[in-house]
């Protein structure tokens, strides 16, 4: 029996080699509980990559501070190209500042494969307060400082620092009310208990098809095709607000560049899909203005600074 | 009438052969993982999320849901078989239900669970049909004060949970609210008593402590015993309920679905407390509340009906609201945006067939679960005639395996061992781990709705009394209070616990 | 000053002990605030002092009242649980199922009253068979079955 385990043990030890990639099971790790966006949308782009390398590719939920363990995890795992994370705007560009400690780079520790989904962030208005444009808000919040109240899904989130920002920008008072996600945030959003929040897209939509909610802008720099109607923060007189929600596909930083290369063919050739398209546009997720692996790895560096002043200047800490 | 024409729309879209298959699918693979300790719906309905892209989204929706509330038919059979609570709302049945299975009632009590179930299952089913939009409003006027007032009366209710001295029970809820407050602060975004390790960041999972604490203590404990004695009675006394047991069971289960259903509708904590108010209930209402904690069926029974209503009603804000209750409703929120469909007030109107065909197949999953679940019965009772030798390692790797997959991570079965010492140490010293559990879920809820409800008041204490909901629950907790350390109660409190060390 | 009552002594030294463990760790580590905007440090500061206050009933009353002795520790089932539980959570990367299932198995069946090698060996490839099939194949749930490979 025991020689038989030994024989078998020995059996399923065998070198990774390059040429033969992928020979077996690809890992995605998401840093977050499953059941999230980022968890849904790799599951849904794991379909079609399985099918394009013909070995399963297992989502891996390894949730835990804010995401980055599951990411630091894979920063430190075999840049062997079968492990890759999802790593998202929280564990590149955001928590590197938040965090007081923090285990890796988000620049030099990995491979930046591809883009997966960019979500807008909306800035929505509880029907009672009287103001149907952006500059009507600011006159009101102006009025009364200190009254008005922006709720958020955690300190540090995006709909967290879009508020942060909106106060420095328009010199307002507001007070921010976090809470443990976004759904409890809508319900008193809805009750009318805070008065505003910039909320994730695919959250907001439902109720402001529906009028319980108004929305009053989009965060990023282009209108979003959901809602053509609705302008940006942009073109309201906040110039340059730019901030959206993103997560992508990352590796290992040593990965080779061949099996990288592949990899991001691949996706973007998945995400092309009609079906998977059609899917990640029910989450929320715009056309993707990122293409390649260095466009990403740019993009990530953007997002980093812009986010380590955003963040330093919010006053958001978190160790 | 509206509703029957509805209805009947219901049960023609969920009645074909299709959705009947998929509603059994999904029933049959909840109460799998029901019965396996530590993997959940939530993981559970994750992965198959992929499988429902094919799928049209009403049959999606059905087999998703089975496998929901078919978890919560089959929670109940760990918690009663080997005393781990997989989820929150089985806690309390282990109280009652493992002892009832000691003494070889493991029958009547998975009756009891499986039938208090359907009962309330239906019930609920049916207040989802008649009035969902009306209750929804209910759950909008719940904010942060709410919450609090409510969790403050359901931290009194906490202390009946114990069988033993009255001071302790309030210790240990102290002490689970201290362990809950373990991970970031969602004010201030602070580490609380993480000491740098990152796992305990986002705070010690409910279910590792459970199945430490009741699980891994329980095997401990039996191992201790030796030769001494077989854990379970090799007796079997009867598979079925006596007309006794029938006659104490129903009115528990009325009262159960009753408090069940109202608490569900609110999310946040509202379906939480659910099974535990339920117990709460049924004890004071005894007449020899001495029996609780050592195998009194309307223990079983109430808190049972409870959770499934409490589990069904969470579907009322997130049909009519867009807001899910708990996890497994934001996953079916994740589901059908997949399919295209965003849950929020228009969903009713725009695609009826959908919102009653998911509210028809409810009913025909409780059928199929109470159907699937009593024949079962005579298996699991079957199970305990194994030999504990054999039971016990294979209730160890199934725990462990559970407890690992939550997140993947050997620190979480860590953590399970560590509570299972410390459960130990307090079943030696008589500190009872149920009122502790109930803190534990309820601490983090309680300092942020208070938190909130004092940034929301700017700074304002009176919030609490002068709403009038949440001064309701404040007046109702001091009146408990009351009740609880009346001179006269605490006596027969004092006789109950002489008569059990006699 | 005699104890009467043991078992409330050593709850009541525990609660004391762990309320103080959380209320000077939070007072020392994180902001206090105030009632109106409380900071990190106050809810877990006022438990803390509550459960001393708790502590320290239950300890006086042991003093005053006869209550039942603490039952002795018998460690050999718990060493061997906890550490068998422990050894399978950390050998499930390196050794896969297989190896963690072993350590499980053989370790926690030292916790029982008697241990047979034929026994808990059989025991222990049913367990592997059902663990792999409910767990790997049936619900897919990432888990390696044999040891990771070292590349």
């Known amino acids: 029996m025991r020689r038989l385990v030994v024989a078998a043990l020995a059996a399923a030890v065998f070198p990774a080699a390059r040429a033969d990639w992928p020979a077996r099971p690809i890992h995605l790790i998401v840093p977050y509980a499953s059941g999230g966006p980022v968890d849904v949308s790799a599951r849904v782009l794991a379909v079609p990559l399985q099918k394009a390398l013909a070995q399963p590719v297992v989502v891996d939920n390894k949730p835990g501070a804010g995401g980055n363990l599951g990411a630091d995890a894979v920063a430190k795992s075999a840049p062997d190209g079968y492990t890759l994370v999802m790593g998202a705007i929280a564990t590149h560009a955001i928590n590197p500042t938040l965090y007081a400690k923090f285990p890796y780079d988000p620049v030099r520790d990995f491979r930046h494969v591809a883009l997966v989904v960019q979500v807008p962030n909306v800035l929505v208005v509880n029907n009672d307060v009287p103001a149907r444009k952006v500059q009507e808000l600011v006159r009101l919040v102006r009025q009364s400082p200190g009254k008005f109240d922006f709720a958020s899904g955690s300190t540090g989130s995006t709909g967290h620092l879009a508020g942060e920002l909106f106060k420095q920008m328009t010199g307002t008072e507001m007070v921010h009310v976090p809470y443990k996600g976004s759904a409890p945030a809508v319900l008193d959003l809805l009750a009318g208990r805070v008065h505003l929040m910039f909320d994730n897209l695919a959250s907001a939509l439902p109720n402001i098809k529906a009028g319980k909610v108004r929305a009053l802008a989009v965060t990023t720099r282009e209108r979003t095709s959901f809602l053509p109607d609705i302008p940006t923060l942009h073109e309201s007189g906040l110039s340059g607000f730019d901030l959206t929600t993103w997560w992508g596909v990352m590796a290992p930083a040593k990965t080779p560049p061949e099996i990288v290369e592949r990899l991001s063919r691949e996706i973007l050739a998945g995400l092309e899909q009609p079906d998977v398209k059609e899917r990640l546009r029910a989450m929320g997720s715009d056309a993707l203005n990122v293409r390649s692996p260095s466009e990403f790895t740019a993009f990530v560096q953007k997002e980093l600074k812009t986010y380590s002043e955003l963040v330093k200047r919010s006053g958001a800490t978190a160790d | ?502 | 000053m005699k104890i009467k009552s043991p078992k409330d002594f050593w709850s009541g030294l525990m609660f004391v002990a762990s309320g103080l463990f959380f209320a000077i760790w939070a007072i020392t580590h994180y902001q206090m605030g105030t009632a109106v905007r409380m900071g990190p440090a106050y809810f877990p500061t006022m438990l803390g002092a509550l459960m001393v206050v708790l502590g320290l009933i239950i300890l006086a009353g042991s003093l005053a009242v006869e209550g039942p002795k603490v039952p002795p520790f018998i460690f050999r089932p718990l060493v061997f649980i906890s550490i068998g539980l422990v050894l399978y959570g950390y050998l499930m990367k390196p050794l896969g199922l297989v190896g963690a299932t072993a350590a499980l198995v053989y370790v926690g069946a030292l916790g029982g009253h008697e241990f047979r090698w034929k026994e808990v060996t059989i025991l222990y490839v049913v367990l592997i068979i059902f663990s792999w099939l409910v767990f790997v194949k049936g619900l897919s749930l990432p888990f390696p079955l044999w040891p990771a490979a070292y590349s």
């Open chain 2, 1 to 502: 009438m509206d509703v029957f024409a509805n209805l009947w729309l219901g049960f023609t879209v969920a009645l074909t052969l299709q959705n009947l298959f998929y509603a059994f699918v999904g029933c049959i693979l909840g109460t799998l993982i029901g019965v396996l300790p530590g993997i959940g719906p939530v993981a559970t309905i994750a992965m198959l999320l992929p499988i429902t892209f094919n799928l049209n989204p009403l049959s999606a929706l059905i087999m998703l849901a089975g496998i929901y509330y078919g978890a919560q038919y089959g929670g109940s059979t760990t918690a009663i078989l080997v005393n781990i609570p997989g989820e929150s709302s089985s806690v309390v049945t282990c109280l009652d239900g493992y002892q009832m299975a000691r003494q070889g009632r493991a029958g009547p009590a998975l009756a009891t669970a499986a039938i208090g179930s359907f009962f309330a299952g239906c019930v609920a089913t049916l207040i989802i049909a008649v009035a969902a939009p009306p209750l929804a409003e209910v759950a909008l006027k719940f904010g942060p004060s709410e919450y609090f007032s409510l969790m403050v009366f359901g931290l009194i209710a906490a202390t009946v949970l114990a069988h033993g001295s009255l001071i302790k029970a309030i210790a240990m809820v102290v002490w689970g609210l201290l362990f809950g407050i373990i991970g970031t602060d969602v004010n201030s975004g602070v580490l609380r008593f993480t000491f740098d390790v990152p796992e305990l960041s986002d705070g010690i999972g409910f279910v590792i402590v459970a199945m430490g604490m009741f699980g891994a203590t329980e095997i401990i404990l039996n191992l201790e015993q030796g030769e001494k004695r077989e854990v379970f009675a090799a007796k079997v006394k009867n598979l079925w309920l006596t007309m006794e047991d029938f006659k104490a069971a129903w009115p528990a289960v009325l009262r159960g679905t009753a408090l069940g259903s109202c608490l569900g509708i609110l999310p946040g904590g509202g379906a939480l407390l659910s099974s535990f108010g339920a117990y709460t209930v049924e004890k004071k209402l005894a007449k020899h509340p001495e029996r609780f904690g050592k195998g009194a069926i309307e223990g079983v029974a109430g808190p049972e009906a409870a959770n499934n209503a409490g589990a069904q009603t969470p579907f009322i804000p997130m049909l009519t609201l867009g807001i899910p209750g708990n996890a497994v409703m934001a996953l079916m929120i994740g589901a059908l945006m997949i399919q295209g469909i965003a849950p929020g007030p228009q969903v009713m109107n725009e695609k009826p067939e959908l919102f009653w065909g998911l509210i028809a197949s409810m009913w025909i999953g409780n059928l199929m679960l109470v159907v699937l679940n009593l024949p079962l019965i005579g298996m699991w009772v079957k199970l305990l005639t194994v030999p504990y030798r054999y039971l016990f390692p294979s209730i160890l790797v199934f725990m462990a395996i559970g407890v690992y997959s939550l997140s993947n991570n050997p620190f979480d079965v860590l953590i399970m061992a560590i509570f299972g010492v410390l459960g130990y140490i307090c079943s030696k010293l008589e500190c009872e781990p149920a009122p502790m559990i109930l803190g534990f879920i309820l601490g983090p809820l309680m300092e942020e709705n208070l938190r909130r409800a004092m940034l929301l008041s700017r700074g304002d204490p009176t919030v609490f009394f002068t709403k009038p909901i949440s001064a309701a629950f404040m007046i109702a907790s001091l009146i408990l209070l009351v009740v609880v350390a009346l001179p006269a109660i605490r006596k027969k409190r004092e006789e109950a616990f002489a008569e059990e060390t006699k």
